[in-house]
């Protein structure tokens, strides 16, 4: 029993942190738009305005967005050729794990080293409640000429309810790169 546990709380400890980790992506786009024209961008800053979160967030996010679009060679300008967007959506999520374990029953009264209630036999015995937040950013491209949405990014994942910073700037990071990763769509076709 000794060596079970040492076993599989480790185990269970990655597979929780990997999970938690990843961000899934999705993109949708203009399948008429010529994507290689477009070289300059600037920030909208009436859709921005409307994304529900704090302001340092936004412009956690506004800089992640900028350094990736200057590694693409895109540059900043007053008279862009795409505006870009964000907006959030987020959601409590509540998760309920049952962590009976072992053999037992249920009727009577007996000693658990983990867990004193009714049932007998060995195990972890009980429930265990935990929350996170799972939350959904978006990046809109927006063709100034047309005034039309032309690509759209998608990343959802877990975000972490933390006071370290540089753990909060990181995983914004990692949304955006993740997410910008997918424009333009021609180059995601081709991989």
Avoid: H
Avoid at 94 to 121: E, S
Avoid at 125 to 135: A, D, Y
């Amino acid at each position: 029993m000794k060596n079970f546990k040492f076993l599989v709380l480790p185990m269970l400890a990655v597979f929780m942190l990997g999970s938690c980790s990843s961000i899934q992506v999705l993109s949708d786009y203009d399948q008429q738009t010529d994507f290689n024209g477009y070289k300059s961008y600037a920030f909208y800053k009436t859709g921005i305005d409307k994304a529900q979160i704090s302001d340092l967030d936004k412009k956690r996010i506004l800089r992640a967005i900028e350094a990736e679009m200057q590694s693409r060679g895109f540059v900043k300008s007053e008279n862009p050729d795409l505006l870009v967007s964000i907006f959030t959506k987020e959601q409590e999520r509540v998760d309920i794990y049952n962590n009976n374990f072992g053999w037992g029953g249920a009727w009577g009264w007996g000693y658990n080293p983990y867990a004193w209630g009714p049932g007998w036999g060995w195990g972890w015995g009980g429930n265990s409640v935990s929350t996170r937040t799972q939350g959904s950013l978006y990046i809109d491209l927006i063709d100034t000429k047309s005034k039309e949405l032309v690509w759209q990014g998608k990343g959802e994942g877990t975000l972490a309810n933390t006071n370290n910073i540089e753990k909060k700037e990181q995983r914004i990071k990692e949304f955006v790169s993740q997410i910008l990763e997918q424009y333009p769509p021609n180059a995601v076709a081709l991989k």
